[in-house]
Every structure is written in C-alpha cells, then in structure tokens.
C-alpha cells in the first residue's frame, strides 16, 4: 500500500494507551513509518492527540505550542506519589467534607492565571539525562524547579462526596506544558487535605477539537489526513506568493519581510503550500518548505 499523504488526523485517544501506542497503530493504519504526536497524554487520560503524518510530522513542531483544554476530575483527601489515581497515596486519607465552599473557590482563584508550577515528578522532563518518571519509579526523589504557566480557566462544574473524599469535576484551559496533575495536586494542598487527579479527557489543543477527532476504529474504517493547505490555512496567516517567489523559496530563498507574527503559509497561485514562512532580519525565512524544487 502506498499509505495516506502529508496531513494532520485528530484522534480521539483511547484509555489505557500511551500516546506511543497510538501513534504505532496509526503507523500501520496509515500505511506510514512516519507518524507523530504533538504533545503526549497519559496512558489513563483520552481524548485530543494531534499526529502528523509523512511530511505532516514536521508541522508538529509548530503545533505542541499550542494552548490546551481539558474536563477532569480532581478528588480531594488523598496525594499520591504520581499526582494521579496511578500512584501509590502518599500517606492517610484526610476527611474532605469539610472543605469549605470559599476555601475552595479562593484555591482555585490562587491556582488561575499566571502561576509558577512545579512540574509532576512522574513526567517526561528530564533530570541529568534521564527522564524524570524513571527516577520516581526507580525509587529516587526528584526536585523539578517550578516554571512559569498560565491557566486561563480553571471551573469547578460538580462537587460530590465519596467515603470521606470530595471529588471535584472541572474543566481547564491552561498554556503548553501545564501539568493537570500538579494542579490537582496543589489544589490539594492549599487546601490541607491533599489531592489527586482521578479523569483527564483533553477536549481541545490548539484549534483541534473533540468534534473533529476520530476514533482508531474510524480511522480504520477510512484512513485518512487533512491536507497540510488546509492546516496551514487553519492555523497561519496566508501569503499569496507568485511563481518567481514560490521557486525561491523551494530553494530556501528569503522574501521580503511580510510583518506577521509567526510562522505564515505561503501559497504558490495554484494553491500549493510552498512552504512556512518567518520574519528574520535579513526577510521572510523559509521555516519549513513543503513544495518540491523545481
């Protein structure tokens, strides 16, 4: 077979598959050795991963950037050692039912907008070289240094109570590299009781949505990707460039500057995507080109 074209598809990940998995399924579905994620779910988590496929792969760099959205649930009484229901607690459950409506809200409140977050300790950043769930699971303690994120929403929708336990449904919206998890986790704590995170489902990654994402049975029953023209249309301003400027940048030839923020898809007059394109000092600098050399 001589497999699908250069695109993005939009799965719907099922619990229980690590975002590898996904991607080596869609490697055989696809009929492509050249298959990509942008931006990993835990095993236990579903919903939104954006692959890229063949010269798709390479979009990827510019879509892990992209802000997230996600519905979860956060149960209160009880950390664990990975910040999920995965890990082992750490220490007696807290009775939870106390928590007081106001204390929560203003955890919350504290816990929105421009934050410094340390990382989850089981997570892929790495430490000297190894990643740092590696370390956690061989038995070391790992101390990440906080980095700044931003969680633009953070709603509770439903609280109920279980054997002693608060159990928080919410909904998050929050910038690359936010770990839900440590957000349950420091929810937790600045309410005394500790916390952990029991569901993910990411509903949004960029301008990729559940509405669009295809279960790995659909995709089996119609292998296809969105064209990279119609991505790069999505995502980027647009370029109208003519023949002459779509021949230099194939041969990663500059432009003039075009005074957008970004990367730009810049369109030969036949509607292919020649390639992205950013402002540098010396002009529009071809950042990926997609269009052969002719």
Same mark, same amino acid.
């Given at each position: 077979?001589?497999?699908?074209?250069?695109?993005?598809? *939009? *799965?719907?990940?099922?619990?229980?598959?690590?975002? #590898?998995?996904?991607?080596?399924?869609?490697?055989?579905?696809?009929?492509?050795?050249?298959?990509?994620?942008?931006?990993?779910?835990?095993?236990?988590?579903?919903?939104?991963?954006?692959?890229?496929?063949?010269?798709?792969?390479?979009?990827?760099? #510019?879509?892990?950037? #992209?802000?997230?959205?996600?519905?979860?649930?956060?149960?209160?009484?009880?950390?664990?050692?990975?910040?999920?229901?995965?890990?082992?607690?750490?220490?007696?459950?807290?009775?939870?039912?106390?928590?007081?409506?106001?204390?929560?809200?203003?955890? *919350?409140?504290?816990?929105?907008?421009?934050?410094?977050?340390?990382?989850?300790?089981?997570?892929?950043?790495?430490?000297?070289?190894?990643?740092?769930?590696?370390?956690?699971?061989?038995?070391?303690?790992?101390?990440?240094?906080?980095?700044?994120?931003?969680?633009?929403?953070?709603? *509770?929708?439903?609280?109920?109570?279980?054997?002693?336990?608060?159990?928080?449904?919410?909904?998050?919206?929050?910038?690359?590299?936010?770990?839900?998890?440590?957000?349950?986790?420091?929810?937790?704590?600045?309410?005394?009781?500790?916390? #952990?995170?029991?569901?993910?489902?990411?509903?949004?990654?960029?301008?990729?949505?559940?509405?669009?994402?295809?279960?790995?049975?659909?995709?089996?029953?119609?292998?296809?990707?969105?064209?990279?023209?119609?991505?790069?249309?999505?995502?980027?301003?647009?370029?109208?460039?003519?023949?002459?400027?779509?021949?230099?940048?194939?041969?990663?030839?500059?432009?003039?500057?075009?005074?957008?923020?970004?990367?730009?898809?810049?369109?030969?007059?036949?509607?292919?995507?020649?390639?992205?394109?950013?402002?540098?000092?010396?002009?529009?600098?071809?950042?990926?080109?997609?269009?052969?050399?002719?």
């Amino acid at each position: 077979m001589s497999g699908v074209g250069d695109g993005i598809l *939009v *799965v719907d990940k099922p619990a229980g598959w690590t975002s #590898h998995d996904v991607v080596g399924r869609c490697r055989r579905l696809l009929s492509t050795r050249r298959v990509g994620h942008a931006g990993t779910l835990d095993p236990a988590a579903t919903g939104v991963l954006v692959l890229g496929a063949n010269r798709g792969t390479k979009f990827l760099t #510019h879509l892990v950037a #992209h802000d997230k959205a996600y519905t979860a649930t956060i149960r209160l009484g009880v950390a664990t050692v990975t910040d999920d229901a995965e890990g082992e607690p750490l220490g007696d459950a807290v009775d939870a039912t106390d928590v007081a409506d106001d204390a929560l809200a203003a955890a *919350v409140e504290a816990l929105t907008g421009p934050i410094q977050q340390v990382p989850s300790s089981v997570s892929a950043i790495k430490v000297d070289g190894r990643r740092s769930y590696a370390r956690v699971r061989g038995g070391q303690d790992v101390d990440l240094a906080p980095r700044p994120v931003t969680v633009s929403r953070f709603e *509770v929708l439903d609280r109920r109570f279980d054997q002693g336990f608060l159990d928080l449904d919410v909904v998050v919206e929050v910038s690359s590299g936010t770990y839900v998890r440590a957000l349950a986790r420091d929810l937790g704590r600045a309410l005394g009781v500790g916390g #952990h995170l029991t569901a993910l489902r990411r509903t949004r990654s960029g301008p990729f949505t559940l509405a669009e994402a295809r279960t790995l049975e659909q995709v089996e029953a119609q292998p296809r990707v969105e064209p990279l023209a119609a991505v790069a249309r999505r995502l980027f301003p647009v370029r109208e460039v003519d023949e002459r400027e779509a021949g230099s940048l194939a041969h990663g030839g500059f432009l003039p500057a075009s005074g957008q923020e970004g990367p730009v898809g810049a369109f030969a007059p036949d509607g292919t995507l020649v390639a992205l394109v950013g402002d540098t000092p010396r002009g529009a600098k071809p950042l990926l080109v997609l269009a052969a050399a002719g």
